[in-house]
């Protein structure tokens, strides 16, 4: 693997919070660190590692003394990034830290980049690619479930998953393979071949289950815009006030109170969701409003990851055929008591069946993925998405291989699939993969 172009450079950067604090952290890591910080403080030869000490620390260049601090030395490889790392812990002030961070540049060590000590961690195989990229969403988690999806990725769940998939498809591939070299054993062979298919058809359904969890993975990671549209006055923002527990939105009997968009964020079994009211019209004349009404919301549909199409039972006004992207049609005013065929009925006035209207909204959005169970395995990312869907299709070639092709193809295709799956933990990652997965982080971490 390439180590980073930078790899010799000694990085530092603040490792905690924003200042004021009581506590700042400066970290810095490669193998000038522990002679950088000797330059501003009278550490013992050799310096113990695990040991904190408390030491004065002096300006490297003016000698100036800046402040007492505790110095905590990580020996390579065992520390976070597996190079030589030094903490300092120093007082937290907002002026004071930026002179602590010159001076310790002053000494020698260069500013780090975002995510620069957990990528030199992923080079230095102190962590795989999917825990440092769970360490992100962590980090960025805005609703409780989200933060333990993101979570259980760093605890390994999705890894040990990983794992067992690939000691199967090794295994299956050493078995193909010790027959190829030993094809006379073909027919003293106790599996008949087809076992080789149906044990690549059992991988790939695994990977595609897993595959599956992404739809509400991402809807925890990235969240979800749910836009609310329709006819006039057929109930829109009493729906999203009724949805957002509190009256945000403008609701009024005249038609055309709101018009502009009114966005806000919920959280929706754990998807953090952003909930949008699109502008009403006024009728100006049967048959168009249907049309005005999307024109207008259309932007925001466009942009939705669901829209609910409200109808008031009194005016029925259903979603026309060539709207753009998913739509789940809701009639409102159920209280009224007046007839209707659409399935979905709720009373914003009320707040009858809104429970319902929001296991209806998961279930769309997610694609019937339940909640988490503590534990259970969710994809969150993309990335791993794609090469689980990329691990499952060698292993459908996989199956025809086994019934048609040489067992040697059999054995290419179970290599692919499981380099799909090597791929997912950062084997063979790229400088150009390193940079879109580091530059997420913060500087610091
Ligand atoms: P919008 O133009 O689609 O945003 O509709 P509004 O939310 O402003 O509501 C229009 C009118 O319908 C207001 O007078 C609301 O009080 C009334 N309304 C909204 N939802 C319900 C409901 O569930 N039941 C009844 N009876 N009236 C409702």
């Known amino acids: 693997m390439k180590i980073y172009e930078s790899a010799d450079e000694t990085i530092a950067a ?73 903490e300092i812990q120093c007082h937290g002030g907002l002026m004071h830290t930026s002179a602590m961070l010159d001076a310790v540049h002053a000494a020698g060590a ?35 479930a989200s933060l333990r999806a993101a979570r259980s990725q760093l605890s390994g769940a999705l890894g040990r998953e990983l794992d067992a998939l690939s000691a199967s498809l090794l295994d299956m591939r050493a078995e193909a393979e010790a027959l190829l070299d030993f094809p006379e054993d073909l027919e003293l062979l106790d599996v008949p071949l087809s076992d080789f ?16 969890t992404h739809r509400r993975g991402r809807a925890l990671r990235d969240g979800v815009r749910v836009a609310l549209a329709g006819s006039p006055n057929a109930g829109k923002s009493s729906l999203f ?8 939105a403008l609701t009024d009997e005249t038609p055309g109170t709101t018009r502009d968009s009114i966005e806000a964020r919920i959280d ?25 009404g999307i024109e207008r919301a259309r932007g925001e549909i466009a942009r939705a990851s669901l829209t609910l199409w409200v109808v008031d039972p009194a005016q029925p006004v259903l979603p026309p055929q060539d709207m753009d992207g998913d739509v789940l049609t809701v009639g409102n005013k159920l209280d009224t008591g007046l007839p209707s065929d659409i399935e979905l009925r709720v009373s914003a006035l009320t707040g009858e069946n809104l429970d319902q209207l929001r296991r209806a909204i998961v279930m769309r959005l997610t694609g019937g993925v339940a909640s988490e169970a503590a534990g259970e395995v969710i994809v969150t990312n993309r990335r791993h998405a794609e090469l689980l ?57």
């Open 110 to 144: 260069r500013a780090a980049g975002p995510g620069e000590f957990s990528r030199r961690a992923f080079l230095n195989g102190r962590m795989t690619l999917e825990k440092a990229e769970a360490v992100a969403d962590v980090v960025a988690a805005e609703t409780d």
């Open 14 to 86: 603040l490792a905690t919070g924003a200042s004021p604090a009581g506590i700042a952290v400066i970290r810095l890591s490669g193998r000038n660190s522990l002679a950088i910080v000797r330059s501003m403080a009278a550490l013992p030869l050799p310096m113990p590692p695990r040991q904190a000490l408390f030491r004065q620390i002096h300006h490297p260049v003016t000698e100036a003394f800046l402040d007492e601090a505790l110095i905590l030395y990580f020996q390579a490889p065992h520390s976070f990034t597996g190079e030589d790392v030094v």
């Open 389 to 445: 869907e990329e691990a499952a299709a060698a292993l459908d070639r996989a199956v025809v291989s086994a019934a048609n092709a040489p067992l040697e193809i059999f054995a290419y295709d179970v290599r692919d699939a499981l380099e799909a799956l090597d791929r997912i933990r950062g084997r063979g990652a790229d400088d150009a993969l390193l940079d879109a997965v580091f530059s997420r982080f913060c500087i610091g971490k």
């Open 241 to 248: 006030n009724a949805l957002l527990g509190e009256s945000r």
């Open 268 to 292: 929706l079994d754990g998807i953090p969701c952003t909930l949008v009211d699109t502008a009403g019209i006024r009728d100006e004349g049967a048959g168009r409003v249907e049309r005005q």
């Open 197 to 212: 298919s149906a044990k690549a058809a059992a991988a790939a359904e695994k990977c595609r289950a897993l595959r599956a």
